[in-house]
């Protein structure tokens, strides 16, 4: 059974601080990775995805991952109260050519 | 990016009726896929809408209760049959851009009485 595994939280950190959201998956195989953001009573909206070890960095957001310890992470700098969402890391590697999704970790930034 | 709607946005159905939500994709998409969301929980995969075949189901997941159409490559189709309460959940559709991206449906929030 593939599984992403990550922290439910929630998490708390004040405004303007980084927020560090973590991911372990357990299939080697997957060779794409993803953070969604879900913003209560919306969908999730893909915010970041990274293919190769390493950072990628997109505006206040940067993914990092290391696949030999099959571990990616999400940093969000300067964080704003509007980032206060649930961040569900997603993997490849579904039997059907489905994501394979976290439970999610809550943040939850305090102004 | 693919930009995807879907309808209803939301309904409330009567125990033992079907609904069928819809699903719409601005772009040719190879994968569809379909998944129930209860409040507060994560996203459970019903199945995987094929084009040109029958739908892919996950375990728990039968083709009488949720049926599924894929009639091109920018429409799909999921009906809930058969209503019951333990139905009520926000059902989302999500369709496959570049490499394995998924792009996600607003959803539709179903409530079952």
């Known amino acids: 059974q593939k599984e992403v595994e990550q922290n439910s939280g929630p998490l708390s950190v004040p405004e303007g601080a980084i927020a560090s959201l973590n991911c372990t998956y357990s299939d080697r195989g997957s060779q794409s990775f993803f953070w969604y953001r879900q913003y209560s009573g919306k969908s999730p909206e893909l915010i970041m995805s990274?293919?190769?070890?390493g950072d990628k960095e997109d505006g206040r957001f940067t993914a990092q991952l290391n696949k030999a310890s099959q571990y990616v992470s999400l940093l969000i700098r300067d964080s704003q109260p509007s980032d206060s969402a649930t961040y569900l890391c997603a993997v490849s590697g579904g039997s059907q050519g489905n994501l394979i999704f976290g439970k999610g970790t809550k943040l939850s930034v305090k102004p | 990016s693919a930009v995807i709607s879907q309808k209803p946005s939301r309904d409330i159905c009567q125990r033992g009726t079907s609904l069928t939500i819809q699903c719409q994709v601005d772009s040719q998409v190879t994968m569809m896929f379909w998944y129930r969301q209860q409040p507060g929980q994560s996203l459970t995969l019903i199945a995987t809408?094929?084009?040109?075949?029958?739908?892919?189901?996950e375990s728990g997941f039968v083709i009488d209760k949720f049926p599924i159409s894929r009639p091109n490559l920018t429409f799909s189709t999921l009906t809930v049959s058969n209503m019951s309460p333990e139905d009520s959940s926000i059902y989302l559709c999500?369709?496959?851009?570049?490499?394995?991206?998924?792009?996600f449906g607003p959803g539709t929030r179903l409530t079952v009485t």
């Open positions: 999500s369709g496959g851009g570049p490499p394995d991206e998924q792009y």
């Open positions: 990274i293919y190769s070890n």
């Open positions: 809408a094929n084009q040109g075949s029958e739908a892919t189901y």
